[in-house]
C-alpha cells in the first residue's frame, strides 16, 4: 500500500533530476553527423547564423558588429510560461525516440488500438439547460446519428441524477464513452449512472473496450475546490472509487479550472499532475494498489489557439504521468487518458463568430497532440445563453462538425501522432514538461497539492500568470481579433455589465476571459448609446495627404474602437479648418495624425489651433519623440506598445466625465 507518508518524498522533488531520463536530448548522438554539403551539424548552423545575422544587419540599417545579440536571440520569442521559442530547429535538436503509441512513456499515445477510421472521439456535451428529457434524448440520439461519438452529461440544470437512464435510452454504453459533470450531485449521478450501464443493451457487435470507451464519473473534488465549482465530499469519491468496475474510472482532474483562471500551460500541467498524485496518495490509503488507483484518473486539458503549445501539452502530459507511474510502480498502466476542451476563456463575447477559428485551430492540436476525446465547445458559449443569437442546435451542429471536418475531410485522426520526429514539436514537448516537473516539484516542497491549496500558494501563482497574461493582452501584444484588433463598433451590443459574467455553462466564479479588459470598455460605450444614441468619440485631426497619414488614421481608429470609442475622421486638415471640424464633432479629445516630418513641418499650428478651439485634450498619433522641440506639446500619445486599456479606459473617463475611481 502506498500512503501519504511512505512514499511522499519519491513522487515529491526527488523526481526533479531524473526527468532527464525521459527528456534527454541526442545532441551527443547527432554532433557527428553532417547535412547534404557534408558539413557537421554545428558548422551548418553556424553557416546560417551567419546569414540570418547579416540579413538583420541589413534591416536595421547597422552593422553586423552592432548588433545587440545573436541572430538566434534576436530572432526568438518568449512564452508567458517562460519557454523560449528559437527561430530554427535542426537535427542538432533531435530527441531520443519517445517510443510507439500505447507504449511506455505514452508521449506519441495512451492507445495503441485507436481506429483510425475513428480517430479521437468527438464527444458532445448535453444537459446544460433545462431541455426535457425525452428531447435531451433524441438530440443525443441525433447528434451519434450524425458523426459524434462520445458523451458529456451535466447533471443539476436540465439533466437529474434519476434521469440519467432515460436520457441514455438505445445508447450503446459499450462503445460510447460517457462523462460526468454533476457538480454536488456526483456521487448520486455516479451511482445512477453506474446502474444504467448495467442495465443497458450492448451493442449487436461487440468490441474490445479500449482507452476510446472508457466511462469517467467526473468527480473532480481537488481541482474544483481551486476554481470555486460545486463538488462532492473528496472521501466519499475517494470511497466511491475503490469499487467501481472495468472501464470506469472515477476521478477526473480537470486542467480547465487552472486555464480559464489564467494559468499557463506549464502551470496547469504541474498543478494536474500535482491533484493526481493527491489522488493516488487517497486511493492507496482506502486500500488500492498502485496499479488500481491509476486505472481510476482521467485528465481534462484545454486546448487553446496556440497550436504548437496545445499540441505539445497534451504530450507533455502523458510524459509527466509515465513518469509519475514509474514512480509507484505501475509503469505498465501509465497511459494518460485526456479529454481535450476548447477553453473558454480564450472565447470572446464580441465579434463570437472568430472563435468558430480559435475552436477550430484548438480542436486541431488536441487532436494532433493525442487527445482521446476532443469537445469544441459552441462559438457563442462565452455569452451568456439569454443574450445568444443563435439556436443551441446551430451552435452545437458547427461545434461538431469543426471535429468532423478536421477528422473527415482532413483525416488529421488518420495519422497516430502526426506531430512526432518534428524538431520543434519533440523539443517544446521536452522542455515544457521539464518546465512543468519543475513547478510540480515546487508544489510538493511546500507539501503536495493540498497544502499548497490550503496555503495560498496554487491561487498566487496562477493569479501571476492571469496577471502576465492580462498585460501582454492590454498591451497587444497578444492579439485578441475582433476585440483589441479589428473591432466592429456596429455589431449588436449585447447589453450592460456581460462582459465579466461567469454565469454561463461551464463558467466558474475564477473565470478570466482573455479579452474581457476591452469587453468592459465596450460593455460602457454601449450603455452611453442606449442613453444618449451616440458612442463616446474621438476627432482625428489628420495632416497632408491620405497617403500621409492613413496608416496612423486606420491605427488610431482601430485602437479607440477596441474601447467602443469612435473615431470621426473630417479627411486631410490645415490649421485653418481645424476649429471647424472640432465645432462639427462635439468632442473634446482629438488626435493629431501624420507624419513625422508633417508634424515638423504642421504640428505646432495645427496644436495650437485645437487649443483655439477648445479641447480638453489634445493627442499624438506616434512616438512622443516625432513632436519637434516646442514649448507646447500634445496630451499624451496613442502608439504602439502602450497599455491599451489603460489608456482607453481613461479616454471613456474623459468623454463620459467620470473619473478613473469610480469606474475602477
Known sequence: MWGPSERSAKVGYALDPSITEVSRPMSQTTASKSDRSGRSLDEAYQAWSDAATAVLAKSRRSTVEELPASAEELLSTATLDGLTIRPLYTRKDETAESGLPGGFPFVRGADPDRDVALGWRVTERFGDDATPVADVNGSILDALSHGASGLWLSVGAGIAPDDLAAVLEGVYLDLIPVTLDAGADGLTAARALLDARVRATDAPEAAAPTVATITSLGLSPLTATFSGRPTVDIDAATALATDVPAGVRAFRVDGTD?????ADNGLELALLAAAAVTHLRDLTAAGLSAADAVRQITFAVSADDDQFATIAKFRALRKIWARVTEVVGAPEVGAAVTHGITDLSMQSQRDPWVNMLRTTIAAFGAGVGG?????VLGYDAAIP???RTSSAA???RIARNTQLLLLEESNIGRVLDPAG?????????????????TVFGEIETVGGYRAALDSGWITDRVGAALARRDESVAHRRTSVTGVNEFPNLDEKPLGADVADTVDVPLGAPRLARVGRGYEELRDRSD???ADTGRRPAVLLLPLGSVAEHNGRTTFVANLLAAGGISAVNPGPLTADGIAAAVADAGSPIAVICGTKQRYAEDGIAALAAARSAGLTAVLLAGPDKEWPDADDRPDGSLRVGIDAVATL????????????????
Open 527 to 529: 450603455a452611453v448609446l
Open 385 to 387: 445563453p439569454d443574450r
Open 421 to 437: 520526429g518534428s524538431w520543434f514539436v519533440e523539443s517544446l514537448t521536452d522542455e515544457l514538461a521539464s518546465a512543468a516537473w
Open 649 to 664: 479606459r481613461d479616454l471613456l473617463d474623459q468623454l463620459t466625465h467620470e473619473t478613473a475611481g469610480a469606474t475602477s
Open 258 to 262: 487552472f486555464a480559464t483562471a489564467g
Open 371 to 375: 487527445a482521446d476525446q476532443v469537445t
Open 394 to 396: 446551430f451552435s452545437r
